[in-house]
């Protein structure tokens, strides 16, 4: 039987998919307070404010010699009062001195400017004390790094909402602060529908493939610090779905599936999260990944202190849907659930190198490479194969380029463009 509504009609757009899918996430953000080593990926709860300056107070930025800058005018050698190592509290500038200082030592009491130890000579006087010649004067506060430049006490250091990452631990560490107070993760479940999917290691039989899904999903998931509960293969069967489904929920905050969540009658995703618990989105306006489900089922008896819906992501089981749909609607709403105020894909805009005539009624998600001939600015380009089961092209993609609904593409256009970087 054909699909009695013409094509596109009744399809969920990205948008609005994502704000509902963020929308649950946040009513599903509990706290931990977790050592700061801890941290990194983590998101804050709290905004942080700084309980000090740093620096905490204002230190030589070089090797050299401390001195009062109206010490150096009458050009006369300065006698050197005190050594001042990093580490060390020094005592008040004796007037008509200097004082030898090393890079991140306190500068004394009396003293305004920092002479490099490249510009100075030692000469000595007759009972063979040092004394400091300045070869080029300095001006005030030259080669000093002042109290509280870096981050001032009781600023906000980092919003509520914020995503740490290794210089915010390093900047949150440098005020003293040692553990933080960040959203706790999900406990995500994996499951791959599929009566043709073997685990690589074993040999196909025929009409069997790799699962390849379970593997981009893992290291997607570890990327963003989840480890994964990997419940394994699902035979296409409804009995077996909703048997896997259920140990899934008894287990996990989240589970994400892979295929089974087309319209076939070989697809039990879709009835079995209808029996069990909600279906609240079902086909988007998307290309690839069209079939996605997401829903919710009640947490299992013996779940232990959670009182939440589990969430459902059904991802469709071509492997570049499988990948699109988890960057632009999975991974958004997992950081969601772990604090994140902006937890969605950054874009960036960059202008298009190629024709492409009016898309469908779906949002595209092109795979795209980046080009940059010497001295000229970036470019995109589509990789040649764009079907949904070509995952070697994702590999090959530096990143996804954006093409909305009903518009066509001319060389030179920018395009919304998510990068891959660090998330791939
Ligand atoms: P389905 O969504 O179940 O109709 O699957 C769509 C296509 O994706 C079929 O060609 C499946 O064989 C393939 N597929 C489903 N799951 C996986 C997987 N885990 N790894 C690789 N390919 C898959
Ligand atoms: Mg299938």
Not at 413 to 420: A, G, H, M, V
Request: glycine share 10%.
């Amino acid at each position: 039987m054909t699909d009695p509504a013409p094509h596109g009609i009744g399809l969920m757009p990205m948008e609005t998919a994502l704000k509902a899918l963020l929308a649950v996430a946040g009513t599903h953000v509990s706290g931990e307070t977790i050592p700061l080593g801890e941290a990194d990926g983590r998101v804050l709860l709290d905004d942080v404010y700084a309980a000090r300056d740093v620096p905490p107070w204002a230190n030589s930025a070089m090797d050299g010699y401390a001195i009062n800058v109206a010490d150096q005018q009458s050009g006369t050698p300065l006698p050197i009062s005190q050594r001042i190592p990093a580490g060390t509290a020094p005592k008040p500038l004796q007037y008509g001195t200097a004082a030898r200082i090393f890079t991140g030592a306190p500068i004394p009491e009396g003293a305004d400017a920092v002479v490099i130890q490249e510009n100075c000579d030692l000469t000595q006087n007759d009972q063979k004390e040092p004394l400091l010649v300045i070869k080029q004067a300095v001006v005030g506060r030259e080669n000093i790094r002042e109290q509280g430049a870096d981050v001032r006490y009781r600023s906000v250091i980092f919003k509520a909402g914020h995503r740490l990452r290794p210089a915010d631990l390093g900047v949150l560490a440098a005020t003293g602060v040692a553990s933080v107070h960040v959203g706790k993760k999900p406990v995500v479940a994996l499951l791959s529908s599929g009566d043709e999917l073997v685990a690589p290691g074993k040999e196909l039989a025929p009409g069997q493939i790799y699962n390849s899904n379970a593997f981009v999903l893992k290291a997607l998931l570890a990327r963003i610090g989840l480890q994964v509960l990997d419940l394994g293969a699902m035979a296409d069967t409804r009995h077996e779905t909703e048997r896997k489904l259920s140990r899934a929920a008894a287990q996990a905050d989240c589970i994400i599936s892979t295929g089974g969540v087309s319209a076939g009658e070989e697809d039990h995703v879709r009835a079995a999260l209808q029996g069990m618990g909600e279906l609240d989105i079902w086909k988007l306006a998307l290309k690839p990944g069209k079939p996605f489900a997401f829903g919710r089922l009640p947490a299992e008896k013996g779940a232990g202190e959670r009182k939440h819906d589990v969430l459902f992501f059904g991802l469709p089981g071509n492997p570049v849907s499988a990948f699109v749909t988890f960057l632009t609607l999975v991974r958004p709403t997992l950081l969601a659930f772990m604090g994140a105020s902006e937890p969605a894909l950054k874009e960036l805009l960059m202008p298009a190198g190629f024709d492409a005539p009016e898309s469908g009624s779906r949002q595209e998600y092109l795979r795209v490479s980046v080009f940059q001939a010497e001295n000229a600015l970036p470019y995109l380009m589509p990789l040649r194969d764009q079907s949904s089961g070509v995952l070697s092209s994702v590999a090959q993609a530096d990143g996804l380029a954006i093409v909305p609904p009903h518009t066509s593409v001319a060389s030179g256009q920018l395009l919304r463009f998510l990068p891959f970087g660090d998330i791939v």
